[in-house]
């Protein structure tokens, strides 16, 4: 099997930002219903792949290494969804204009700081980036830049463009960098589309 044939995503990258496709992976979250994409340890280093975090030889080694140790997989995965909600309840606070809870913002903390633990600055010609460390065996690897992309967002002017679809049903985070900051769905096809059909139907029954 080739390691460099990209595979087509298996998430819905919708949200232009990493932390928020990720905060989607909990689908029809304000359903009473609310779909886990995140099933197993494999499906984090799927959205790794998907989203660019890894490279693909490496989600597919971690996810491979995760067999050997499905208990210790296991407790990642907990974490990874741990962090997911702690960064949904902060950037949803911040959304809704509520006050952000201390406990989340804890939670997030922990997150932060061990991706700052396992992170050094690398010198990349006249700048300088973000490294992660080469942790081949190391089934936290996905958290860290999930964990500092997300404090990135927190931190930047960004975030004041963080938009929730306009579907009721759907709701999913998306980053508005559209020219006017009014784009209303997550996606067009996804959810736009749909709504202008609900919008035409209704208008036909009026009609009648
Ligand atoms: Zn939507």
Redesign the pocket.
């Known amino acids: 099997m080739s390691q460099n044939n990209s595979r087509p995503p298996q998430f819905d990258l ?1 949200a232009g930002s990493v932390p928020l496709d990720f905060i989607n992976t909990l689908d029809d979250r304000f359903s009473s219903e609310p779909q886990e994409l995140l099933k197993t340890y494999a499906d984090l280093t799927r959205f790794a792949e998907d989203t660019g975090i890894l490279e693909q030889q490496q989600a597919n080694h971690l996810a491979h290494v995760s067999q050997d140790s499905p208990r210790e997989a296991q407790r990642i995965l907990h974490a990874a969804v741990a962090l997911r909600e702690a960064m949904f309840t902060v950037i949803w606070a911040m959304v809704t204009k509520k006050p952000v809870p201390h406990a989340a913002l804890n939670t997030f903390n922990e997150y932060v700081r061990q991706a700052a633990q396992h992170s050094s600055l690398v010198q990349v010609k006249e700048n300088f980036e973000w490294r992660f460390d080469d942790a081949r065996n190391n089934l936290e690897a996905p958290l860290w830049p999930i964990a500092r992309a997300a404090a990135d967002l927190l931190s930047s002017d960004h975030l004041e463009f963080v938009r929730a ?3 009721e049903t ?3 985070l998306f980053l508005d960098v559209s020219k006017n900051h009014r784009r209303r ?3 067009m096809t ?3 589309n749909r709504a202008k059909v609900r919008n035409f139907y209704a208008r036909q029954k009026k009609q009648r």
């Open positions: 919708i679809c306009a579907s759907c709701q999913w769905w997550c996606d996804r959810c736009g």
